[in-house]
């Protein structure tokens, strides 16, 4: 098992950045880490790499505990910060030479290496270029081509597609997909088609705590628990009206006129909101059934999650 | 610690921090010793280099903090600091690769001076007539000021990711370790002890080894300041860890 995270929290002050979460990584996964923001991904990364300490638990990378061995955790893992800091003033060969030395690659093989990690990388014509004069999607380029360099066994990229225009955002999903064969790879990100794009597997994290952990299918058909409507009126409606009607759960309102209503799964309630509409003597200029996506189990986790809390 | 180091470097290089540190520490210096009327050796009527070595450190507070203010600040406020401690680098690594890589630069900068001594040299009267161990103790002293300088400037660095104010703290430390511990001994409230004050000035000791006298004493209070420092940084850099 090649990343293992055990019951690990992390406290900041009063808060608890992360709260007792579990769960493990095999080598030859690619596992999305998804959450809204401050869930405490980049947290959970954080102290994966070594730049954090856990407060309490053990965070166990390739074998070697982050506490107990961190050099040798670093050695093994290649990581992508959330930011992706560079070196501005350096030029993008020069960046990554620096890198590789830092592994204790030299030579020979460092120049190969480098040369290689710019071809893949699609970074060629950029490689004479200081940084600083490169923009954000060449910069993320290199920050992955970094954490590359040296072939690690554990990939942890933090929001690595950020910022990508939609040609370079396949690009680099297609180079992830591509390395990380027989790679343990955790990334984090909240752009959904992209986990639908190359994880095996999804773990959602929301606020510090662990609320799925599954196969991108399971995690799909546990969705047909609701199936969500969006529908459009023109007119006055309010919530509550809309709520009593029969088969629904639950009701948003996303705009003026414009609701979210999740139904329970089966039954489907677009005849009943037309006849809502006829009613009510109101235009309804809008109704579409949701594909149940990873956006809306998201969504669901997350919220539900949220407003659980809240009531507590 | 040596990638860090080369890095370090080319970075000064590439900027122009390397060149304009070099350049005007050379032309400031060079205008005192031999062209400013008040300061200028080929009017004092010495063949001695009092100039540059009584010159040089007040000029090293400001230069030397310039160039390590960006060491931990900057790597701090751009975030690379987090990339850095994340790679297979021991904190003294990253600690030492910076300060030596500062203290190479200022070295760059002393270089150009031995110039000044051959000089001397053969414009003495008659040629020759330059006490030579004075001056190799006075290099031995300045190099080892240097290294203090940038030993607190490395510190004071780490201590924020501004970088403005790690160069003013750094600048008032160097100030207070080359003549403020001096001029606390002259109080007379501290009459009874100014000698033990005095001696955890930088002034003490410069003073003693530009005599040409190379005391192991002086030597290693130098070696224990940069040591010092360099490990209080050692331990703010380890205070994430907490």
């Given at each position: 098992m090649s990343l293992q995270i055990q019951h690990v929290t992390k406290q900041y002050d009063q808060q608890?950045?992360?709260?007792d979460i579990s769960f493990n990584v095999q080598e030859g996964e690619i596992v999305g880490f998804l959450g809204p923001n401050g869930a405490g991904k980049s947290t959970t990364m954080k102290m994966a790499t070594c730049f954090l300490p856990p407060t309490s638990g053990d965070v166990i990378v390739a074998g070697f505990n982050v506490m107990e061995n961190p050099m040798e955790v670093k050695k093994v893992t290649g990581y992508l910060p959330e930011?992706?800091?560079?070196?501005?003033?350096?030029y993008v060969h020069e960046y990554l030479e620096f890198i590789g030395g830092l592994y204790g690659i030299g030579g020979k093989v460092l120049k190969s290496r480098v040369g290689e990690m710019i071809e893949r990388c699609g970074l060629t014509r950029e490689q004479?270029?200081?940084?600083?004069?490169?923009?954000k999607g060449y910069r993320q380029r290199i920050g992955l081509a970094q954490a590359l360099l040296h072939d690690p066994k554990v990939l942890i990229l933090d929001e690595?597609?950020?910022?990508?225009?939609p040609n370079q955002l396949i690009e680099i999903r297609k180079l992830i997909k591509e390395v990380s064969k027989n790679k343990t790879v955790i990334f984090s990100t909240h752009i959904m088609q992209e986990v639908q794009a190359i994880c095996d597997r999804v773990v959602v994290i929301n606020k510090g705590k662990i609320v799925a952990d599954d196969s991108l299918q399971n995690l799909l058909q546990r969705s047909d628990a609701g199936v969500s409507v969006m529908v459009e009126f023109e007119g006055n409606v309010e919530a509550n009206e809309l709520s009593v009607?029969?088969?629904?759960i639950r009701v948003q309102e996303v705009?003026?006129?414009?609701f979210s209503v999740v139904a329970a799964?089966?039954?489907?309630i677009r005849p009943e909101l037309f006849r809502f509409a006829a009613d009510k003597n109101l235009s309804l200029v809008g109704l579409k059934q949701e594909e149940a996506s990873l956006e809306s189990i998201f969504r669901d986790l997350t919220i539900v999650s949220t407003s659980i809390e809240n009531e507590l | 610690m040596l990638q860090i180091l080369s890095k370090e470097f080319k970075s000064f290089l590439n900027s122009l921090i390397a060149y304009v540190v070099i350049g005007v520490f050379l032309v400031g210096m060079g205008l005192l010793a031999w062209v400013f009327p008040e300061t200028s050796i080929l009017d004092s009527?010495?063949?001695?280099m009092f100039t540059l070595f009584s010159v040089a450190p007040f000029v090293f507070i400001f230069l030397v903090p310039a160039i390590t203010m960006r060491s931990f600040a900057e790597e701090r406020k751009s975030g690379t600091m987090e990339m850095l401690l994340t790679k297979p680098l021991s904190d003294w690594d990253i600690i030492l690769g910076k300060f030596l890589a500062s203290f190479l630069l200022v070295l760059f900068a002393l270089l150009p001076t031995i110039v000044y001594y051959f000089s001397i040299y053969s414009l003495g009267n008659p040629i020759g007539n330059i006490d030579t161990s004075g001056v190799i103790g006075s290099y031995i002293g300045l190099i080892l000021l240097a290294a203090i300088f940038c030993a607190v400037g490395i510190f004071a660095s780490s201590i924020t990711p501004n970088q403005i104010v790690a160069f003013v703290c750094a600048a008032f430390l160097c100030f207070i370790f080359f003549t403020g511990f001096d001029s606390l001994a002259s109080l007379n409230f501290f009459s009874a002890n100014a000698l033990f004050i005095k001696q955890f000035g930088i002034t003490y000791h410069y003073d003693s080894l530009s005599k040409g006298l190379i005391d192991s004493r002086d030597v290693l209070y130098f070696l224990s300041v940069i040591f010092v420092m360099l490990s209080i940084t050692k331990l703010i850099l380890g205070s994430r860890q907490w």
């Open positions: 608890k950045a992360v709260d930011h992706n800091p560079l070196y501005l003033d350096l004479n270029k200081k940084i600083e004069s490169l923009s690595p597609t950020s910022g990508l225009d009607l029969k088969g629904v705009s003026k006129g414009k799964s089966g039954v489907d | 009527g010495y063949a001695d």
